[in-house]
């Protein structure tokens, strides 16, 4: 009887894994997306024309990017 049980778990486990087992492959699926995106933009400052990852710059109102908030500041007014 403990060997059907030990049988029985396993089989619930494995049922279990296999069903939540999309979830996770989607979640992986969509970090690998961003990790691309992160690699692949590449935006331009604005002041001194150094290329810099998207997610590294800073944006202004006018969809400028800045390489440091130093270069940012020198076009607000
Ligand atoms: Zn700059």
Redesign the pocket.
Known sequence: MGLFRLILFILAAWLIWWLIRPFFASTKKRVDEQKNEKIDTMVR?H??G?NLPKNEAIADDAEHY???EA?LNTHKK
Do not use: A, D, P, T
């Open positions: 400052c002041h001194c150094l800045y390489c440091c270069h």
